[in-house]
Structure formats: structure tokens, C-alpha cells
């Protein structure tokens, strides 16, 4: 009988050990989620307003914008055009009328730069004549041709 008391009691220690009663089996998973990814179509940068974008938009609409022509005809004065061609840009003896210009707003203002075949009586840099100042001179060349 003591054979059994040790028996059972090693037994009791064994079980003791182990944590006694029968444990539940922790869930192992058998699928791994994959992640999935979906394309969003980026949006659209916001267009930004500017003063040579609305003369562009003005250009190509046909409309003048008078503030611009204004502020040209105030640089006409300024940079003394009347003199050769005219106060209104009529023309006269020493220079063509100002009406027929043909060339485009970016023409103009490269020729403002460089006198074109004129030399420097038409060259103005730009702390005489802005970009913004060229533009509006140019919106005042295109009033003119409107005129009557």
C-alpha cells in the first residue's frame, strides 16, 4: 500500500505541476488577412488666379480688360509714346499708329525688351516697364484697334 500512496502521490505533484484540471486550447489561426489596396484618383490641383491669367483668358476671349487698359494707357503717357506715335496712337510722321500692332502680348513685350529692329528708342527694362506694366500697355495697344 504504500507503493500506491507514493504512487498517487507523485501522481497529485505531476498533476499540481501541470496546472491540474485540463487547460483549453488556445485558437490558432489557419488564414492570413492580406491587406488590399484600391487606387483613388489624385484630385485636381486648384487653379490659381493671377493677373496674367485673367489678360490670357481676356486675350482669348476677345474682351478687354479695362482696368488693364487704364493702367496702359497711364504707361503710354509715362514712357512718353504719344510723342512719336501720336496721344491717341493715331501715328504720326515719326511713328506708326499704334492700332495695327499684330504681334502677340509675349511679341510685344520681347520687343519692349529689346528695341527689336528699332534699337534702344523702343528698349525698356524693367524697372522702366514690369511684365505687368507691358501687359497692360499691350491691352491698351488692343483698345485701340477697337476704336474708331
Known amino acids: ?7 498517487l502521490l507523485m501522481f497529485g505533484l505531476f498533476l499540481a505541476g ?28 486648384p487653379s490659381i488666379a493671377t493677373a496674367a ?15 488693364a487698359v487704364e493702367r496702359g494707357r497711364g504707361r503710354y503717357e509715362a514712357l512718353e509714346c504719344g510723342e512719336c506715335h501720336g496721344a491717341n496712337g493715331e501715328g504720326t510722321d515719326e511713328g506708326s499708329a499704334m492700332g495695327i500692332y499684330a504681334g502677340t502680348e ?19 527694362s524693367t524697372n522702366r516697364l514690369s ?12 483698345s485701340l484697334r477697337s476704336s474708331p
Not at 53 to 67: F, K, Q, V, Y
Not at 106 to 124: N, V
Not at 131 to 142: A, E, K
Open 106 to 124: 509675349e511679341e510685344f513685350i520681347a520687343f519692349m525688351r529689346s528695341g527689336g529692329e528699332l534699337g534702344s528708342d523702343h528698349q525698356y
Open 53 to 67: 491669367a485673367a489678360t490670357a483668358a481676356a486675350n482669348a476671349s476677345g474682351a478687354l480688360d479695362t482696368e
Open 18 to 45: 501541470c496546472g491540474g484540471a485540463a487547460q483549453t486550447p488556445t485558437a490558432i489561426p489557419t488564414s492570413t488577412t492580406i491587406p488590399t489596396y484600391e487606387f483613388v484618383e489624385p484630385t485636381a490641383a
Open 131 to 142: 511684365d505687368s506694366g507691358g501687359r497692360n500697355l499691350y491691352q491698351y495697344l488692343l
Open 1 to 7: 500500500m504504500q507503493k500506491w500512496a507514493v504512487l
